[in-house]
């Protein structure tokens, strides 16, 4: 794991496996709560990568590993000072990836479907604004949002309609963490058999094999935004 900050490295944080050695994961660590929820994410992938070498997981799939190990680890900090705080702040950053991934897949599918002559920055930028004011971005971040943002998101160029696997895969990620609240140990079980299940199981395949929520239900959201009230209030 390559944390140390130094002058020149690249910035977030990613994971790199390559066939027949260790993963190797880069991020700046910076002693900040995002820094904890970015190395799960990444060991995530890790595991992920090293249990199926031999096999390549779906987007949403390997998105629900990594994502799922943020929400396990919670509960392996709760003897922490500042667990509370680290509760609070992956949910708040949970609501927060609802709303601007969401905002940014709906600029990406509307981009996509411009002719070719109307590709221009100008109609972009004003997609990129309407989209943030559809999802309540432009609230959040009030006068200072800058509706030229969407330049400095890679996965547009790199990653294109990757975007969305952020949403779905989260949506069933969660559930091993309300599983995991309902009855001690058992979002850890299911999520040991989910790593075993998914070199050769697609996504939605994979939820029903779980027990689980179909993610895309409108059941699982209205358990999602239940979570949160109850999380978040208490």
Wanted: overall charge negative; hydrophobic content about 40%.
């Amino acid at each position: 794991i390559d944390f140390a900050k130094n002058q020149g490295k690249s910035t977030g944080g990613f994971c790199s496996s390559p066939y027949g050695a260790n993963s190797f994961i880069l991020l700046s660590w910076n002693n900040r709560m995002a820094d904890v929820f970015t190395i799960a994410h990444e060991l995530g992938h890790a595991v992920d990568d090293f249990v199926h070498y031999e096999a390549a997981d779906s987007t949403d799939v390997s998105e629900t590993l990594s994502q799922a190990m943020e929400y396990l680890t919670l509960f392996y900090l709760q003897e922490d000072d500042v667990y509370e705080s680290l509760l609070a702040y992956k949910l708040m950053d949970v609501l927060r990836l609802y709303a601007e991934q969401g905002s940014y897949n709906a600029f990406e599918e509307r981009a996509y479907a411009l002719d070719d002559d109307d590709v221009t920055l100008e109609n972009l930028n004003a997609i990129a604004l309407e989209c943030a004011r559809d999802f309540g971005l432009e609230s959040e971040w009030g006068e200072s949002y800058d509706s030229r943002s969407w330049v400095e998101i890679t996965h547009f160029f790199q990653q294109p309609l990757y975007i969305v696997s952020y949403i779905a895969s989260d949506s069933l990620a969660i559930q091993f963490y309300q599983q995991e609240l309902a009855n001690e140990g058992q979002g850890l079980k299911l999520y040991e058999k989910a790593m075993d299940l998914a070199g050769d199981t697609e996504f939605m395949a994979l939820a029903k094999a779980l027990g689980m929520r179909d993610p895309l239900s409108e059941e699982q959201v209205k358990a999602t935004a239940d979570l949160m009230r109850e999380q978040l209030l208490k």
